[in-house]
């Protein structure tokens, strides 16, 4: 079955540095993945679309250049949170469609989710 | 915009019994597609079951069955026999084509359930 590799799992960082978290498919080719957010005990909130070679479609409220995302194949995707601050800890988790698997109803695969924490 | 409701924040249940968890949602389209995952405590989410909208026959998973009703904007999942390993947050979800190639997954707020031994 389709996988999604998501690392770290988790990360700690110091506020003000920067963290690169990365999504791969493993198996398939993903023109589009998915970046969310996650509060504890929360929905998952879609911030992000990314499409290989193209740029990524931020939705509203999300600051683009607080959270850089580049998808240079398609087998990877990756979320940078610059400048981090300890308000951008949360859980972080991608998700990625087939690129052969286009029908909607095929659903998403996930990634294992990256826990960031800010001190 | 799409929405989709989940009312039931928790939901406790004894092993081998059955739960069903409620979810409804809104949009004016006609082609959709709705899912609920499953989120354990690992965090990894998983695909329970899916529905096509256009579809009226009810989805069945092994012990997950849906009962969609389109009118209604209802789809709602039961859990049968549960097990202990069924404990997790689930999430309702709605999908809708934003263009011919590029769908949006919209989720609820999410539902725990905690099987009891």
């Known amino acids: 079955g389709a996988v999604v590799s998501q690392h770290p799992s988790w990360v700690i960082c110091k506020s003000g540095t920067s963290v690169k978290i990365e999504c791969r498919s493993l198996d398939f080719q993903a023109t589009t993945m998915f970046w969310y957010r996650q509060f504890p005990k929360q929905s998952l909130m879609l911030m992000a679309t990314s499409n290989e070679g193209s740029k990524a479609t931020y939705e509203q409220g999300v600051e683009k250049d607080k959270f850089l995302i580049n998808h240079a194949s398609l087998t990877l995707s990756t979320l940078t949170v610059t400048s981090a601050h300890p308000e951008d800890s949360s859980f972080y988790i991608c998700?990625?469609?087939?690129?052969?698997?286009?029908?909607?109803?095929?659903?998403?695969?996930f990634g294992s989710g990256t826990r960031l924490t800010v001190v | 915009a799409q929405t989709v409701t989940q009312s039931q924040p928790e939901m406790s249940v004894q092993e081998a019994e059955t739960v069903t968890l409620s979810c409804t949602y809104d949009t004016s389209e006609n082609n959709y597609y709705l899912f609920w995952y499953k989120q354990p405590p690992s965090r990894q989410m998983i695909l329970v079951i899916r529905?096509?909208?256009?579809?009226?026959q009810n989805a069945t998973e092994n012990r997950f069955s849906v009962n969609f009703q389109k009118a209604a904007k209802s789809f709602s999942l039961k859990i049968s026999d549960s097990q202990l390993g069924d404990t997790a947050m689930y999430f309702c979800a709605f999908m809708t084509p934003r263009s011919s190639n590029d769908y949006k997954l919209s989720f609820g707020a999410g539902t725990t359930v905690t099987v009891r031994a």
């Open positions: 998700s990625a469609r087939d690129r052969l698997r286009q029908r909607a109803n095929y659903g998403y695969t």
């Open positions: 529905q096509e909208a256009y579809k009226q």
